[in-house]
């Protein structure tokens, strides 16, 4: 089931900020995760899989949805994802 959703890209979506909005979660090197969110432009360019390494740049805001467990949500600017090293590991 989860390769039908990724595959067809049914990502939850918000509208927050002004407008509608790809929902993701950022986990950075600790153990909290803070949602962040994409215009469709951004989440067009995304590969598809429920992963992906990334750097972004991105305004933080109080939480924006009343459900979310992180007092602060994320809007990405920038997005850069990162592929792995080629080459013999």
Same mark, same amino acid.
């Not at 089931?1 to 090197?29: E, F, S």
């Given at each position: 089931?989860?390769?039908?959703?990724?595959?067809? %890209?049914?990502?939850? %979506?918000?509208?927050?900020?002004?407008?509608?909005?790809?929902?993701?979660?950022?986990?950075?090197?600790?153990?909290?995760t803070i949602p962040a969110y994409l215009d469709g432009k951004g989440a067009a360019k995304l590969p598809a899989g429920e992963r992906a390494s990334a750097r972004m740049l991105a305004y933080v805001y109080p939480a924006l949805d009343q459900g979310e467990t992180h007092p602060a949500a994320l809007r990405v600017v920038a997005l850069a994802l990162r592929s792995p090293r080629p080459g013999p590991r």
């Open positions: 089931m989860t390769r039908a959703l990724v595959a067809g %890209r049914h990502y939850q %979506r918000r509208r927050v900020l002004g407008g509608a909005h790809v929902r993701a979660i950022w986990r950075g090197n600790g153990s909290a």
